[in-house]
């Protein structure tokens, strides 16, 4: 009996062969085959469990079969094996009857062990692995949100850079572009490094490191790299959901050139507008000449037309014809008073007199025809100096109304889209039309001052007129 149990566990086969088994099942599973592997993995530990060695057990020599020899163990079908496989153990006592006819599979309680050990490492490497991908997946799953974050992120900046109207605006939009553009970075490398992965080798830049550990210990506890590498590549089934970070790059770099844009424009725009604001103070400047220059030229002909009504003026005419008249007759009165006969000195006197009134008359006129002569020509030379003077500044008025008009009107071209953005654009606008409407006005009073300078100078020439009549008679 002795030789014939010896001679059954000769026949026994090493627990490798379980081992090869349980791998060539493993291979190219899907997830709910996966699922089913592992309840079925659990089923059969606990299977192996229950099962205790046999006490006494009768058996045909020539119907026994090792479980390792049965259809549905080389099949797989461990399980169903081993519901219908006895134990046997040093202890089991084998009765040999040729005429029992039960078909009789067995194992022996040492290989069960190790069928019960190699089940348990599986299904422990396989609790590592399901870990491994857990949390792979939520990494990918929280990134997958960070990508959505992200993306509306941009959106919205974009938008934003669209409305705003300053440079300092811009600035802050960069600011904010260079965060999400370090978040699209970082998430771009999440997706590079599980999309790459082969053996684990770069997870360390996931910065998980109870992740690192678990992958760290499956590495010692596993013995091939495929096991490894496929491992690897189940971390990867979910990647898809990250490929939204390709387009998002993109579109960074649509904001990123939109943002660059807006800066470049908005310089440009403030360039034209401080020299546009330097041509308007040019303006002012200008026009303060122009009102210092009418205030002058207004007093000038104040003066002129003071003198010519001077001149004009019939009371201080005989004024000087009376002074004459007075300092002739004190120097007749001297003469006369040296001659001692009364009535020579009368009648002498009444003829010097009616001489000296002749002479006057005749001295008088010449003297004063011409001092108002004299006095007219050089008011003419006033009025012709004034009135070229009056020319230069209406030419200088027409010049800086049309500059002015041009300057108003390329203002509302290119700055009036930022007319509610800009504090200073009301401000240079209504600047513009003071200067616009003091031009105006100015340009009216000097036409009024150059009307009435030329009808002073029509009246000169006639006074010069007459005196020059009257001189040659």
Known sequence: MAEQKGSLKNRLLTSHIIRANLKNKKQAETEMEKEKRAKELRDLQKQIYFMKPASVLV???????HINDDKDFKEGNITKALSKTLVISDNTQIIEDEKAKIKTTYVTSSELKVLKEEVTAQI???QKENSIIKKVNSIIKQAKKDIKAVKEELTSLNQEVEQDYEVKQVKGKEERYEKIREKIAFLYDKYQIIMENVNFSDFYRLNDEILLDEIINYKITTATNEKVETLAASCKKEIKLLEGIVSIIKEK???????DTKKTNLKKRDEKFDEYQNQVNHQEEINSKIKALSIDYDNELVDIENKYRKLNDSKYMEINKLNFLTINILKLSVFMSGVRNKNISLVLTSILMQNLIIKTNDDRKNIFLDKMYSGYVDTGRKLDKLAYNLDDVMVLIEKS???VEDLATYFEKEFKEYQNVLPEYNKIK???EVVLNILKSKEQQIKQQATNLKNLKCQNKE???TLESLTDV
């Open 59 to 65: 058996i045909n020599p020539n119907q026994v079969t």
């Open 124 to 126: 422990e490497e396989e």
């Open 253 to 259: 770099n649509q904001v990123k050139m939109q943002i």
């Open 401 to 403: 109304i049309y500059e």
């Open 430 to 432: 209504e600047r513009v």
């Open 463 to 465: 006074k010069i007129k």
